[in-house]
């Protein structure tokens, strides 16, 4: 069974197999054809996420027989990165002699401090370019994109009908042989929000688990982020593939030390073999280093190396992939902290209140004081009611102090 996500696997060979975006897709086509004789050497997309923006792309260079150059704007970090990823590549001809469009994905991700002189780059690269520049962004009216509005040509997409995502939802099911109700893939398909890329993405893992009743579908609701988590897990972890393991994290949007306690929680359940295991393992610990870095020294730079090992480096440390499924967790260490935390914080509150009449620390209480007053009111309950008036304890914290 292909690991493929099926967003990549399902995406439009030809505008006629894209959805509710007609207009929009004859003036790209119409733009690219005079493109040398028109004022603006760029087009900036822009509406809501999963509407067809991408595809749309993708499915009139296949028409039109040219070779499309993706980047995605979130990775530049300064004007450097963006002249040598998108500079070039607007100047210089395919090795095939091919006429290519140049396609910068996710322009919301390039405004920021981090991207140090990124945009009024990204405006050069415009007047000089030799070949069509597509930018997409959901947000094209943003301020920072002043300068690429004035030098693009504005499309905007509309947010997809719910009648347009399920007809793709109901190719896809007939594709897969999957049979599903009526009632739940209207659901599906409206809970998406004209979000079709998210539709399907779905649709995949009610496929992969196996669940397609209606009350599945308030689960992926509810789980959203996670969902997204484990399906990232399953590209790393079930996967060889170099390109399909880089983009797993693509997007997921979690905390990058919380994304370090997920793989390490779901690694040894995936690799079995003790040498795949510890290459596994050598790989999360190198980008750990490189997350030192980052935040010690501030150097972003190491971001792309972090990633890298945290995906295609696990990826590749097998010797080959696991067969079976293989039921993702979240990390138990977050939970054992809260416990611990739990656990500990009567016995915080009361070393708190207690340093304060004895103007010391709490961490002072704790090793030292605590012992003490435990050992006499245990000795001597009838000081319970001294001890509740002098340190403002309440009754239960004096319960705590004498179990």
């Known amino acids: 069974m292909s690991n493929l996500p099926w967003t990549r696997k399902y995406l439009p060979k030809t505008s006629e197999e894209l959805q509710g975006q007609n207009i929009q897709v004859q003036q790209i086509k119409d733009f690219i054809g005079t493109w040398k004789s028109q004022r603006k050497k760029a087009l900036l997309l822009h509406g809501s996420p999963g ?10 260079g296949n028409e039109l027989n040219l070779e499309v150059i993706e980047v995605n704007a979130s990775d530049f970090r300064n004007k450097d990165e963006l002249e040598q990823k998108v500079g070039h590549a607007s100047r210089q001809m395919s090795l095939f002699m091919q006429q290519k469009l140049i396609l910068v994905d996710e322009l919301d991700g390039i405004a920021g401090t981090k991207d140090r002189g990124g945009i009024t780059a990204l405006g050069a690269i415009i007047d000089k370019t030799s070949f069509p520049i597509v930018m997409i962004a959901n947000d094209a009216w943003d301020k920072k994109f002043a300068i690429l509005r004035k030098r693009a040509t504005m499309i905007e997409f509309n947010t997809l009908a719910y009648t347009s995502v399920l007809a793709v939802l109901k190719r896809i099911c007939e594709k897969e042989s999957i049979t599903l109700d009526e009632k739940v893939l209207k659901s599906l398909a409206r809970r998406a929000g004209g979000d079709l890329r998210g539709a399907i993405t779905d649709l995949q893992t009610m496929a992969a688990t196996k669940s397609f009743e209606m009350n599945d579908l308030d689960f992926l609701g509810e789980r959203a982020q996670t969902e997204s988590m484990l399906q990232a897990l399953t590209k790393i972890l079930k996967t060889k593939d170099l390109s399909i393991s880089l983009d797993a994290f693509k997007n997921v949007n979690e905390d990058l030390d919380k994304t370090f306690l997920w793989i390490e929680e779901n ?54 992939k696991y067969p079976g499924f293989t039921k993702y967790q979240p990390t138990s260490r977050l939970l054992k902290m809260w416990q611990a935390n739990q656990k500990n914080a009567k016995k915080k509150a009361i070393a708190a209140k207690i340093a304060e ?16 007053i435990q ?29």
């Not at 935040?295 to 730079?301: A, E, F, G, K």
């Not at 009449?357 to 012992?371: A, E, G, I, M, N």
Request: charged share 30%.
């Open 267 to 320: 690694l040894p359940l995936e690799y079995k073999k003790m040498s795949d295991l510890n290459r596994g393992f050598d790989a999360l610990s190198i980008a750990d280093v490189y997350h030192g870095r980052i935040r010690r020294w501030q150097y972003w730079r190491f971001m792309v190396y972090c990633y890298s090992f945290l995906t295609a480096g696990i990826a590749l440390a097998k010797e080959e």
């Open 51 to 60: 509407c067809g923006k991408t595809a749309s792309i993708y499915a009139v």
């Open 357 to 372: 009449k004895t103007h010391t620390s709490s961490r002072r209480v704790v090793q030292d004081t605590l012992p003490y």
């Open 375 to 403: 050992i006499m009111l245990k000795k001597d309950k009838s000081l319970k009611e001294q001890f509740m008036h002098e340190f403002d304890l309440e009754k239960d914290e004096v319960a705590w102090l004498v179990k």
